[in-house]
């Protein structure tokens, strides 16, 4: 995939300085099924989290 890719830039001339490849990271599938980010999502539940049910259930 790569290669090809490389060889269609440099058809198109263009300068290519680096290219990489790497595998999509947890946070890159989230925002690809949800359209938020996991740090998005973290801070829209901060204001619905009910402390004191969670320090309870915590001590159980």
Known sequence: MLTKLKVELAFSKFEIFSLAQSQPSLDDVY??????????????????RDLKKESKQSMR
């Not at 925002?31 to 619905?48: C, F, H, N, R, V």
């Open 31 to 48: 925002l690809q099924a949800t359209g938020k980010t996991l740090l998005d999502a973290e801070i829209s539940m901060t204001g619905k």
